[in-house]
């Protein structure tokens, strides 16, 4: 089976650049998780679907962040208008809702983002 | 709240010697627990998890068993080789919940030299 898939694997753009990144998570899961990662803060979780369905937004640092899912196969996390804090790698992962907390989250590779 | 604590890294050691990160947690109900490892450049990846109090979990020769009254995952390896050196992650999920949402550890840095 195909893993977690993210894209773009890098991007660099200008701080005021809206920065789109998008994630399908493995067929069949139900949860859905964008985490991001710095090296100040560690890995931080900004939002998770059940469903397609946002539960939980209250790690989004602010307004100019947003995350959408439309269907179980496709989400995305949009940064508008982009500034150099919000560099760092953001990943997505997904797990199984069956057994919630018996089941790993699969992680995909990562979008390292760098703004300029 | 629901938090896990791991020893500070970097962890440097030799080839062959024997490795372990301790991971301690904090839990209101009977979480599972896992340890994910990441290398660089990769996302993170399940390395072993135990689902209830003194189970071991294994895989790659890493091990950890789930001490319910200590409140403590830790991670050993007898034997490490140079590509183990990664960052390994402590994590809990409370099983009462019905998100599984996760709580991770800072993370340990090993560095395995030759």
């Known amino acids: 089976d195909a893993g977690v898939i993210q894209s773009p694997r890098h991007e660099v753009t200008e701080m005021g650049q809206e920065v789109t990144l998008r994630c399908k998570p493995i067929?069949?899961?139900?949860?859905l998780f964008w985490y991001r990662q710095t090296m100040m803060r560690g890995l931080e979780l900004l939002i998770y679907?059940?469903?397609?369905?946002?539960?939980?937004d209250s790690g989004m640092p602010e307004d100019r962040f947003s995350a959408k899912m439309p269907n179980a196969s496709f989400s995305t996390l949009k940064i508008q208008p982009s500034e150099p804090r919000d560099s760092a790698v953001y990943f997505c992962a997904s797990s199984l809702g069956q057994g919630a907390g018996n089941q790993p989250q699969h992680f995909g590779d990562g979008t390292r983002l760098s703004i300029l | 709240g629901n938090s896990v604590t791991q020893m500070e890294g970097p962890v440097t050691l030799s080839e062959e010697a024997f490795l372990t990160i301790n991971c301690t947690y904090t839990?209101?109900?009977?979480?599972?627990l896992f340890w994910y490892v990441q290398y660089p450049g990769e996302g993170l990846q399940l390395l072993l998890k135990?689902?209830?109090?003194?189970d071991k979990g294994s895989n790659k020769g890493f091990e950890a068993t789930y001490r319910k009254e200590t409140t403590s995952f830790h991670l050993e390896k007898g034997s490490v080789q140079v590509s183990d050196s990664a960052v390994y992650f402590c994590?809990?999920?409370?099983?009462?919940?019905?998100?599984?949402?996760?709580?991770f550890g800072a993370g340990t840095q090993v560095v395995v030299t030759p």
């Open positions: 994590a809990l999920s409370e099983r009462a919940d019905s998100w599984g949402k996760f709580q």
């Open positions: 679907f059940n469903n397609n369905v946002p539960i939980d």
């Open positions: 135990a689902t209830k109090a003194d």
């Open positions: 067929s069949g899961h139900d949860y």
């Open positions: 839990a209101t109900g009977y979480p599972s």
